[in-house]
């Protein structure tokens, strides 16, 4: 067990729709860092929060967002969903030093349908 | 702009024999920590091994070592005696502003 917990573990919605994907880092870990994997692919940044701000943006779409609350869990919203969103969406944690290793939750599998 | 670049999409090696995986990156930052992780079919990403660039020693966590040459910016992962058990696949990250990642090779272990 990692620390970090992602949730939901599932989620199926209609092309269109809204969702949103939750993720609790680790006690203590300041910084939040979210990715989508795709079929066969490699993990590509979306974003980074650290202490509530974002800190750093990869190659996330205008219909996605994200933001990282007071008590650091961080919400990705992901809004007028097409079927290539369908994607594991992976947060991960980290104390927010460079010399420290990123733990990950167990992803969000979602299906865009 | 920060680049990982892994050049083997797929490794097979033998039960008990050792491999390595290739990982090159590029980066303007005089800081940086490089990391391999291993994703197993069930998907969750597992932590190995963690090399920071001012480290002269390369990594060892158990079986697994990274060949870090830093002139030539690579930061390889060597396991050893490998296991039926490592068969997965395995990313190459780095961290400086980002923490991104390769595109990964996948490994599969022979009996």
């Known amino acids: 067990d990692s620390g970090v917990t992602q949730t939901p573990k599932h989620l199926i919605t209609a092309t269109g729709q809204r969702v949103t994907l939750r993720c609790s880092p680790r006690s203590g870990d300041l910084s939040v860092y979210w990715y989508q994997q795709s079929l066969d692919q490699g993990l590509q940044f979306l974003i980074h929060y650290y202490n509530g701000e974002e800190r750093a943006k990869g190659n996330i779409l205008e219909r996605f967002s994200a933001q990282q609350f007071p008590d650091l869990h961080s919400e990705l919203n992901l809004s007028s969903l097409e079927l290539g969103d369908s994607a594991l969406y992976f947060c991960?944690?980290?104390?927010?030093?460079?010399?420290?290793?990123?733990?990950f939750g167990q992803g969000t599998r979602l299906t865009v349908v | 702009a920060q680049k990982i670049t892994q050049t083997q999409p797929g490794m097979f090696v033998q039960e008990k024999e050792a491999v390595t995986l290739d990982c090159t990156y590029d980066?303007?930052?005089?800081?940086?920590?490089l990391f391999w992780y291993k994703q197993p079919s069930s998907g969750e990403m597992i932590f190995l091994i963690y090399?920071?660039?001012?480290?002269?020693q390369n990594a060892t966590e158990g079986r697994y070592s990274l060949n870090f040459q830093k002139a030539r910016k690579s930061a390889n992962l060597v396991i050893s005696a490998s296991q039926l058990g490592d068969s997965a696949m395995y990313f190459c990250a780095m961290r400086g502003g980002k923490l991104i990642f390769g595109q990964g090779t996948e490994l599969s272990v022979k009996p």
């Open positions: 980066t303007s930052d005089q800081s940086y920590g």
């Open positions: 090399q920071g660039s001012y480290d002269e």
């Open positions: 991960a944690s980290t104390l927010g030093h460079q010399n420290t290793e990123a733990f």
